[in-house]
């Protein structure tokens, strides 16, 4: 609290102590109150930043208009992002649409083809006037992933390049096998001809990247037509809706990582199978059976050295490029157009919308308090709801600012920090190619031969008697596990952390939502959901056990299969359950339950259209008069879902507590979208495509205390050496490494990867370079190496991985070898 210590202080000293110590004491966020309003072009979202109107536009844009106007005002800035990217998906479905018209991309050949039927190049250099790269495949060129594979990836990306005369070629021939005709330079089936119906996207360059594809279709003999659609009007066309009605055939997508990703390792289950997305379009996919089993091991670590791992990324990428239910186009560097005097973090791939960081870093310079006015090229666009609501980009954006997790994700590393977790001990297999950061101290990291799972963790839910099977139940002859973590939260959590509704958080927010993440997947449940199926398969194949050590302060002990690379991620975060999607008390969740077991409302829109009900969201819309009936159900019953086992861990007065907060949040608010984060959910405004947040006052920490992210050191590189090289001669290559002129120190650098292309483009060899000193790293070509070159122009292409960011920074120097 603030002491007067002295009358004599000057009134202007004390006005400047008091602001000191008020802003020591603020708790949440920097601003009051942020307002976020839909503009759709960057154009006109930076004259209104020039004008005041707006303090940031968080969407990213590669329009070299907009970036040039912003470089050029002194009132304006920018941030930088690259975790944007642009594809091209398939309606894959068929061969025939239910009303008997043929779908040319039910062909996995035809798929395939239209990797070669695009020039990449064009598009980065012309479309996304040089702000994009080209993309070839699903792994950003950024991130380490890509360099770990970098000889796979480049062979691939010969073998697919553009070839306009050899995909017409494939295309031609498939399309005789699947029945088709060409009459007239154009593809006819059974008398009718094929128009390939093309959704892009009308507010940015995907518009003229979908021109772009229909004028290549139409070179290989399709007629196409071209319709132009917002997100918000195509999401209910080619993600939502049924791919079977035949809408569309090809959608111009756009994809953000929200992270900086150190393992893609998920990416091929998200991209090629049914597990990971709920939607119908990714319901329906048929990947090849063997990418299939990939993109699994993958995602669960099935391997035990990092060559085993690369051999599996390298197989899945070509598996890839012959499903390919989406091709992909180009890595784009976006730009996020700001007020010069707004501080904000955003991460290096995700931007804004990516990390939790922006609600607790916003401010307009040294102000507290007051209103920015932030907008978004959508708002609104799907229903939210923890379980199965939106993950759009744009909606995460408000969303991530109303819930916390048990960590937080590095904006540059994307390595995690604890946040509600205090420690975590991680034990796993000898061998495993599994190692921690060296600041990294609330992380313990130790290998075992053996890990023996315990009789009494829990194995498996059971749906019909609502508990937990144990391990002695289901394996009565023991059960190993290759990862243990221990996971100690902070013993504050459950007395310092509240519901914006003011309900204190409980043991029971974290195991209802556990337990609903089971049920889920069982027939015998009351909220079963076909979609929910393959995540379950994938869990059971990997998941041991769960031992729950301490109530308060919460430990618990994890058993699974299932690691990663980094000791810091080896987490399995009961926080935040459904992270992906928000969070929620488990009395919401309790509400959104008996609206789907009475079929009034579902989680998720595949099971929504299965039972002709609303799509759950708690924000706005159709389902806040139908949860508002059921809270009141709620209260007469004092109803708790699954009481066969979390009466045990949530007593009889919590639950009509709980009931009552979220009673009187919504008369207040209107909505039923209560989270624990910085701010809270003042209303959302569908009608305007807004939504308001405000601070919340009883956020647990302090504004400013994320203030600690510095600007990102991306790395600099240049690559010197000779231009001429005699095959079978020694050539050494200098590596300067920088930031803003500073040399890069070397326990700062991960490695320095290279590869040399011959004048074909094909990968002649790879490897390491030497560090020798601060911003200095050395590659020698050896007598060998040369040999084997062709008399011809080669390029030295060098991939900097800094352990200080998480992007790579390439380099590339150009050769010529002679007898």
Do not use: C
Not at 288 to 294: C, F, G, N, Q, R
Not at 431 to 459: C, H, R, T
Not at 519 to 538: I, M, N
């Amino acid at each position: 609290m603030f002491k007067r210590r002295n009358i004599a202080i000057l009134a202007v000293t004390l006005l400047v102590l008091a602001v000191s110590v008020f802003a020591e004491q603020r708790m949440g966020t920097w601003v009051d109150e942020v307002i976020i309003v839909e503009e759709p072009n960057v154009t006109t979202a930076v004259s209104r930043l020039k004008a005041g109107d707006l303090q940031i536009w968080a969407s990213g844009s590669s329009d070299i208009n907009a970036f040039n106007a912003v470089k050029e005002d002194p009132n304006l800035d920018y941030l930088q992002v690259f975790g944007s990217y642009s594809e091209i998906t398939f309606n894959p479905v068929g061969p025939k649409f239910n009303d008997g018209r043929l779908n040319p991309f039910s062909s996995r050949k035809i798929r395939e083809a239209t990797n070669m039927m695009i020039d990449r190049d064009y598009i980065a250099q012309e479309i996304y006037n040089g702000l994009a790269v080209p993309k070839h495949n699903l792994l950003n060129t950024s991130f380490v992933d890509y360099s770990r594979v970098v000889e796979t990836a480049r062979s691939l990306e010969v073998k697919y390049a553009f070839n306009l005369e050899k995909a017409k070629e494939i295309i031609h021939e498939e399309m005789v096998a699947m029945g088709a005709t060409l009459v007239n330079g154009y593809w006819q089936y059974e008398g009718k001809d094929i128009e390939l119906i093309v959704l892009a996207r009308s507010e940015d360059e995907r518009k003229e990247l979908g021109e772009y594809f229909a004028e290549q279709l139409g070179k290989v003999g399709f007629k196409t037509k071209v319709e132009y659609r917002t997100g918000a009007e195509a999401s209910p066309i080619w993600l939502l809706g049924d791919p079977w009605q035949g809408q569309w055939h090809v959608y111009t997508g756009g994809w953000s990582a929200p992270v900086v990703y150190r393992d893609q390792g998920h990416i091929f289950n998200q991209m090629y199978t049914r597990r990971t997305m709920s939607q119908p379009l990714f319901q329906a996919l048929e990947p090849i059976p063997e990418l299939d089993e990939i993109s699994d091991k993958l995602y669960r670590k099935e391997f035990t050295t990092m060559e085993e791992r690369n051999a599996l990324y390298s197989r899945a990428l070509e598996l890839a490029y012959q499903d390919s239910p989406r091709i992909f186009v180009v890595d784009q560097t976006d730009f996020i157009p700001k007020r010069k005097e707004l501080a904000i973090t955003a991460d290096l791939a995700g931007g804004v919308s990516g990390t939790s960081l922006w609600p607790m870093t916003i401010r307009r310079g040294d102000q507290i308090g007051g209103t920015i006015r932030m907008g978004s090229d959508q708002v609104l666009v799907e229903p939210w709801n923890p379980v199965g609501g939106s993950n759009w980009t744009q909606d995460q954006l408000a969303i991530r600012a109303t819930f916390d997790r048990g960590f937080l994700v590095d904006p540059y590393t994307g390595n995690y920090h604890p946040l509600h977790i205090e420690r975590v001990d991680v034990t796993v297999k000898e061998g495993l190619p599994v190692s921690k950061s060296p600041d990294s101290d609330w992380v313990n990291l130790e290998f075992a031969e053996e890990i023996q799972v315990p009789s009494d963790a829990w194995a498996e839910w059971d749906p019909v008697n609502k508990r937990f099977i144990t391990v002695a139940e289901k394996y009565p002859e023991g059960l190993t596990a290759t990862r243990k973590s221990v996971v100690y939260y902070r013993p504050e959590t459950f007395s310092e952390v509240k519901w914006h509704d003011g309900s204190p958080y409980t043991v029971g927010d974290m195991l209802l939502a556990y337990v609903l993440d089971w049920d889920r997947a069982y027939e015998a449940s009351e909220v079963f959901d076909e979609s929910a199926v393959p995540g379950l398969q994938t869990a059971l194949a990997s998941f041991r056990g769960l031992k729950i050590v301490s109530l308060d302060p919460f430990i618990y002990e994890y058993y699974t299969e299932s690691w990663s690379l980094d000791a810091e991620q080896n987490i399995s975060d009961l926080f935040a359950v459904y992270y992906n999607y928000g969070n929620a008390p488990w009395h919401t969740l309790a509400l959104g339950m008996l609206a789907e077991i009475n079929g009034e409302l579902a989680f998720t829109k595949t099971k929504a259209d299965q039972i002709n009900a609303e799509w759950l969201g708690y924000n706005t819309g159709p389902s806040i008069p139908i949860l508002a009936k059921y809270l009141d159900q709620a209260i007469a019953t004092n109803y708790l879902p699954y009481a066969e086992f979390l009466s045990e861990f949530i007593p009889e007065e919590e639950i009509a507590l709980r009931y009552k907060n979220a009673k009187a949040w919504y008369e207040a608010k209107g909505h039923f979208w209560i989270g624990n984060g910085p701010f809270y959910l003042e209303k959302a405004y569908p009608t305007e495509r807004m939504v308001h947040l405000k601070r919340f006052e009883d956020y647990w920490l302090p504004a400013g205390y994320f203030d600690i992210f510095e600007e990102p050191r991306i790395a600099e590189v240049e690559v010197l050496g000779p231009r001429r090289v005699n095959a079978g001669t020694q050539a050494s290559f200098q590596v300067d490494i920088s930031f803003k002129g500073e040399a890069y120190r070397l326990e700062d650098i991960q490695e320095v990867k290279y590869i040399v292309l011959d004048a074909a483009g094909n990968v002649a060899f790879s490897g390491y370079g030497t560090g020798y000193m601060d911003g200095y790293y050395e590659i020698v070509l050896s007598p060998e190496d040369t040999a084997k070159l062709p008399v011809g122009t080669n390029t030295l292409e060098v991939i900097v991985l800094p352990t200080l960011v998480g992007g790579a920074t390439f380099g590339s120097h150009t050769f010529v070898t002679l007898p």
